[in-house]
C-alpha cells in the first residue's frame, strides 16, 4: 500500500524545479543579500528578481510591498504590525487560537 502524506498545510516537498533553483543559494552564493559585504552583494540581484517575480504574480503596485520572512510567526506579526502601523486609529486586535492548540 502507498502511503499517503496529508500535512501539507505543515511542510510540504519541494518540487524539483524549486531545488535546482535555489542549489546555488544553498552552496555557493548563500550570502546575506541585504549586506554590503561581496557575498551578499553576489546575491540581491536575485533577490531582487524574487522580488519582482512575487510582484508581478500578486499584482502589488511597488517591489517593496514584498517582504520575505523566514517562517510563520514573524510572517504573522509582520502582518498584525503593518495592519497596525496602516490603520493607526484602531485599538484593538482579534486574534484566534485555531492555527496550534495550547501545549
Request: proline letters at 5%.
Amino acid at each position: 500500500m502507498a502511503t499517503v502524506y496529508l500535512d501539507n498545510n505543515a511542510t510540504t516537498r519541494v518540487d524539483e524545479k524549486v531545488v535546482a533553483a535555489m542549489l546555488p543559494f544553498f552552496t555557493e552564493s548563500f550570502g546575506n543579500a541585504s549586506s554590503t559585504h561581496d557575498y551578499g552583494a553576489s546575491v540581491a540581484p536575485a533577490m531582487k528578481a524574487a522580488r519582482q517575480k512575487v510582484q508581478a504574480l500578486l499584482g502589488a503596485e511597488f517591489d517593496h510591498e514584498v517582504i520575505f520572512t523566514s517562517g510563520g510567526t514573524e510572517s504573522d506579526t509582520t502582518a498584525i504590525l503593518s495592519a497596525l502601523e496602516a490603520l493607526p486609529n484602531r485599538r484593538e486586535i482579534v486574534i484566534s487560537a485555531v492555527e496550534h492548540p495550547p501545549s
